[in-house]
């Protein structure tokens, strides 16, 4: 019997079976694709979850060797400027590397550590009992598997199958184009912005709202530029097009043409129109064994970037309590603090994506929420909250009885922090190198980090369990995570 089957092989599958891989569990991922998908998706990733691939030593890999993150000196909220220069704690770090670059990343990373990609191995049916899982397969012999993770995206066919509820929202009157393009190198500042005849600059990076609708210029220094758009109540049919771009840009902008061209280099190239847009939560993220991970538990607006943020550091919450759970060491209730502590998360980002898609839209009545808002931003303690809510910095975790400062918290830069964390294992930072844990000896990393004035015991997702200057409490907060045997 295989121990956990993960449905997808996307970003959250591949890395969900990286930290089982880390944690001694070998699992297996179906995915329906024969191939992997050529669509350009995601163009990087924003927040907390570039340092959660700095912990696990693969930011490198997607950079250069030896590179370290750095939070981002600006950002996007609303499509207002988000300044963070000025702020004394700026968490927000971004990625841009296009989707696919990661998903090959993580795919790499996968085969390094054992795991078992199956491709063409679509689920079509499931049954589970109180010890198993069998995975029903178009056209293949069933699988019977220990617990089973759906993590096949927002039309999820393991939450159909499970019966769990999607609740939430559509909204159906929008329409937003996105290609890559072309134009004349004169039109390009020192900046990156597009200058566009009859209208001005049009700011790299930045969401720039009219009271037409929205419209984002992407020239990105590896690969072709991408220049979207967002309108309302703008019927559209046939295959998305440069034409059908083109005319969206002019009339969002309020111009009559913007010079723009094919894409010149290699392929393939994004050109799509996407309708509306949902914003919904599962009802549950677990029944009996089968749960659910990334999109196949929350689905929300693309804006801001937050969904590879939220989709990976579900896995890496997620894989170190399934792996107690199979190795025998998880305390009672381990597994369902996932979604006890993952779905508050879903419903803060649904929050600020559906707060964002407000500010955007026109009409006079957003110019003026705008302009108040705009008022609000002018102060760092508000940009501060922003920059916490987006990257989520601002995440702190029930850790029972233990206090302190930093418990519940992400773990802060620490020297040493990042190759010690590499191994996904419980780590204790010990100033003195003199603490005792006991019979948690053998699941527990410890290293003396004399720089710090107080020890930290670390979950493997990085988040703070304990922190104190004596044995006290220590071993009620190992024995609330793990379970000596």
Known sequence: MIDVVIAGAGPNGLMLACELALAG????????????????????????????????????????PGATPEPVPNFVFGAFPLELSDLPDNPLYVLPVPQRRIEQMLAERAAELGVEIRRDHEVIGLTQDEKSVTVELRGREPIEAAFLVGADGGHSVVRKLTGIGFPGVTADDSVSRMGQVSVDPGMVGADGGLAVPDFGVVPAFRHLRTERGLVAWAPFPDREPLLSTVEWDQPAEGEASLDELRASVSRVLGVTDVPLAPPTGPGPHVMRRLFGGNTRIAERYRAGRVLLLGDAAHVHSAIGGPGLNMGIQDALNLGWKLAAELHGHAPEGLLDSYEAERAPVARRVAMHTQAQSLLIRPGGEVTALRELFGELLAQPTTRQHLADLMSGADITYDMGPATGPLVGRWAPDLPGLREATRTGRPLLLDPTGTLDTGPWAPYVDTMTVPELDTALLLRPDCYIAWQGTTDDGLRDALGRWIRAV
């Open 25 to 64: 569990i070998r699992p297996l991922i179906l995915e329906r694709l024969t191939e992997p998908s050529t669509e350009q998706r995601a163009n990087g990733m924003v927040g907390q979850v570039v340092r959660v691939l700095d912990r696990r030593g693969l930011y490198e890999r997607l950079t250069s």
